[in-house]
C-alpha cells in the first residue's frame, strides 16, 4: 500500500477521538481509531455544548442525532449560595439562538459519545480496534507506526493523539509532565428526574456559588434525569480518576449553604469523584507526524464548559488542514502545524478563561462582593456580547 493510501491512526476513543474519525471521512480521507477500553461506554456526567460545538455538529452531520438528546435549557442561572440571591440569569433559548445562530444544550455524556459512535459506524473510512492500547509510537519520516499492548504494530500516514489528559502521544510530542493538580474536586452524579419534588425539576442550568465550592445541576437525557455537580477546593486528594466521593466531606465544605443546595446534595447516595488537573497552555503540539488534539493538546478546567467542544473544534479544523495538504514529503507535518497554529490561542483563550471563572465561582468576602457588582444589573445582550468570542465559533 503506497504509504498517501494509509490511514491516520487516532489513539483514544473520547469525543475529540471519534469527533476527529468522524471530520477525517467528511473530507474524504481514511483513518483507524484505537480506544484502549473495550467498550465505548463514556464515563462522567452531563456536559454543555456550546452554540459553537453545534456549530460544529452541523458540519459533521450529526446536529439532529444530538439535538434528540440533548435538553434545551431555558436559562442560565447563577445564584450565591449563602444568600439564595440570583446573581445573573442568561437566556438560553431562542434568545441565544437568534444570537449565534445555533442553540446551547446540555446533554448526558454517553447520549453524545453514542452518537458520535454510530456515525462513525456509518462510514466506510473509519475502522474501530476497541479494547486496544496503544503502548509506543514511531515516526519514519514517510509513515508513522502504532505499537498496540498486544505486540501488533499497525503503518498510518500520521499519527493524531486524543488520548486525553494523560495522554502517552503528548510525552512524545512535548516531553513526559504531570498534569497540574488544581486542588479542586469534583463529585457528579445523577438521578431519576421522577425522584425530585417539582420545584426541584427546573429546566435551567444553575450554579449555586459558595465559598471555595459550588454545585451546577440540570435535567438530561430527554429529562428523564437529573445532574448534580459539586466542586470544592481540598488538598486531601492529590491524583486520581473516577472513584467515589466521601459525603461527610461534602456536608463539611457545603456547611451553612442554602436549604436547596443541602436538599440536592442529601438526595444522592453514591458520588463519583475526579480530582481536577490542567496543564499550562503550550504552543507547540506536533511532532513531525505526530500531533494532538483535545486534553491531550490543551487540558482544561471545566469552569467554561468547553473541554469537549473544543476537541470537536479541533477535529473539524484538523482536518481541513490535512485535505488541503500535498502528497510531497513534509506536506503532513506541514498541515499538523498549521492546525496548531489555528487552535492554540483560542483554546488558550479558553484554558486561562476557565481558571478564572473558577475563581470568580468560588470568591469568598471581599471577592464575593465584586463578583455580586460584577454581575449584578447585567443584561443578557451584555452577556451574550461578553461570550461572543467563544459562541460565534470558528471556521468549519
Ligand atoms: C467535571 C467535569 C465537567 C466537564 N464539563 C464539560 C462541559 O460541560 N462541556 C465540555 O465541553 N467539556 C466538559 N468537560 C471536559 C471534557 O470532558 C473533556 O475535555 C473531553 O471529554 C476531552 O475529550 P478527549 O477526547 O480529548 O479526551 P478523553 O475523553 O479523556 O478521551 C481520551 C480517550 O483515550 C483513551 N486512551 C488513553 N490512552 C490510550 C492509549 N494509550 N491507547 C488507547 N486509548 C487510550 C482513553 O481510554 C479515552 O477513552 C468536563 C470535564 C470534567 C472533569
Redesign the pocket.
Known amino acids: 500500500m503506497a504509504n498517501k493510501d494509509l490511514p491516520f491512526l487516532i489513539?483514544?476513543?473520547?469525543?475529540?477521538?471519534f469527533a476527529a474519525a468522524l471530520a477525517l471521512a467528511r473530507r474524504g480521507i481514511a483513518s483507524h481509531l484505537?480506544?484502549?477500553?473495550t467498550d465505548f461506554r463514556e464515563i462522567?456526567a452531563?456536559?454543555?455544548?456550546g452554540p459553537n460545538?453545534f456549530k460544529m455538529f452541523d458540519y459533521l452531520d450529526v446536529i439532529d442525532e444530538v439535538s434528540d438528546w440533548a435538553v434545551f435549557p431555558d436559562n442560565i442561572i447563577f445564584r450565591d449560595a449563602l444568600s439564595g440571591e440570583e446573581l445573573l440569569r442568561v437566556p438560553t433559548g431562542d434568545q441565544i439562538k437568534q444570537r449565534f445562530g445555533y442553540p446551547y444544550a446540555v446533554i448526558h455524556?454517553a447520549d453524545l459519545h453514542n452518537v458520535l459512535i454510530d456515525k462513525v459506524k456509518t462510514l466506510p473510512l473509519a475502522t474501530l480496534s476497541t479494547g486496544?492500547?496503544?503502548?509506543s509510537i514511531e515516526d519514519h519520516g514517510d509513515k508513522v507506526t502504532v505499537h498496540t499492548a498486544d505486540g501488533r504494530s499497525i503503518h498510518g500516514r500520521g499519527i493524531i493523539g486524543?488520548?486525553?489528559?494523560?495522554?502517552?502521544v503528548r510525552g512524545y510530542v512535548a516531553g513526559e509532565q504531570k498534569p497540574r493538580v488544581s486542588g479542586h474536586i469534583?463529585y457528579?452524579a445523577v438521578i431519576p428526574t421522577a425522584e425530585l419534588p417539582s420545584h426541584m425539576q427546573e429546566n435551567n442550568v444553575v450554579l449555586h456559588a459558595g465559598p471555595k465550592s459550588h454545585l451546577v445541576h440540570y435535567p438530561l437525557t430527554r429529562g428523564a434525569v437529573y445532574n448534580l455537580?459539586v466542586v470544592f477546593h481540598s488538598d486531601r486528594y492529590e491524583e486520581g480518576w473516577d472513584s467515589y466521593g466521601d459525603p461527610q466531606e461534602l456536608e463539611e465544605r457545603f456547611r451553612g449553604q442554602q436549604p436547596v443546595v443541602l436538599d440536592y446534595l442529601s438526595r444522592v447516595n453514591a458520588w463519583k469523584m475526579?480530582v481536577?488537573c490542567d496543564r499550562e497552555p503550550i504552543r507547540n503540539w506536533t511532532r513531525g507526524n505526530v500531533t494532538l488534539?483535545?486534553?491531550?493538546a490543551h487540558?482544561?478546567l471545566?469552569y467554561l464548559?468547553?473541554?469537549?467542544?473544543?476537541?470537536t473544534e479541533d477535529a473539524v479544523v484538523l482536518a481541513r488542514h490535512l485535505a488541503n495538504a500535498g502528497d510531497d514529503a513534509g506536506a503532513i507535518n506541514a498541515a499538523f502545524l498549521a492546525y496548531q497554529q489555528e487552535r492554540y490561542l483560542r483554546t488558550t483563550r479558553v484554558q486561562i478563561t476557565a481558571r478564572l471563572y473558577g475563581e470568580l465561582y468560588h470568591a469568598a468576602d471581599a471577592s464575593a462582593d465584586f463578583r455580586k457588582q460584577l454581575l449584578a444589573g447585567r443584561t443578557p445582550q451584555q452577556s451574550y456580547d461578553g461570550m461572543a468570542w467563544l459562541y460565534n465559533g470558528i471556521n468549519v
Open positions: 489513539v483514544g476513543g473520547g469525543i475529540g477521538g484505537f480506544e484502549q477500553n462522567g452531563g456536559i454543555q455544548l460545538v455524556r486496544t492500547r496503544i503502548e486524543a488520548d486525553g489528559l494523560w495522554s502517552k469534583a457528579r455537580v475526579w481536577l488534539l483535545g486534553d491531550a487540558p482544561m471545566q464548559a468547553q473541554g469537549a467542544n473544543m476537541a
